[in-house]
């Protein structure tokens, strides 16, 4: 199994970026998929997270400006951020925990390499 994520870049403040993460291999299925980021210097913490079902949860400090969805279909998460701050800078990894055959009860946890999201002032 491998996580790919895409879609970081570069943006001033206040703009937008989407990233994607695509899980490829031997799924049955995929439980939860979050988001994680880290800053410079910092450790790494969890910005948004979403269930099979489709509930989410975000880090206060994202709330209301980034939105994580998911599409069971081709085995993608997505943050949409929205309104940027330079504190939203980082690298930004997607983690998936990921059910390969029907013996695999509780699922192997994975991660993509990262994406780098710098915000200018």
């Known amino acids: 199994v491998q996580l790919q994520a895409s879609g970081g870049g570069w943006v001033q403040a206040g703009g937008s970026l989407r990233l994607s993460c695509a899980a490829s291999g031997s799924i049955l299925s995929i439980d939860v998929m979050d988001w994680y980021r880290q800053a410079p210097g910092k450790q790494r913490e969890l910005v948004a997270h979403i269930t099979s079902g489709g509930s989410t949860d975000y880090v206060d400090s994202v709330k209301g400006r980034f939105t994580i969805s998911r599409d069971n279909g081709k085995n993608t998460v997505y943050l949409q951020m929205n309104s940027l701050k330079p504190e939203d800078t980082g690298v930004y990894y997607c983690?998936?925990?990921?059910?390969?055959?029907?013996?695999?009860?509780?699922?192997?946890?994975?991660w993509g390499p990262g994406t780098q999201v710098t915000v200018s002032s």
């Open positions: 983690h998936a925990r990921i059910r390969s055959s029907r013996w695999d009860v509780a699922g192997n946890d994975y």
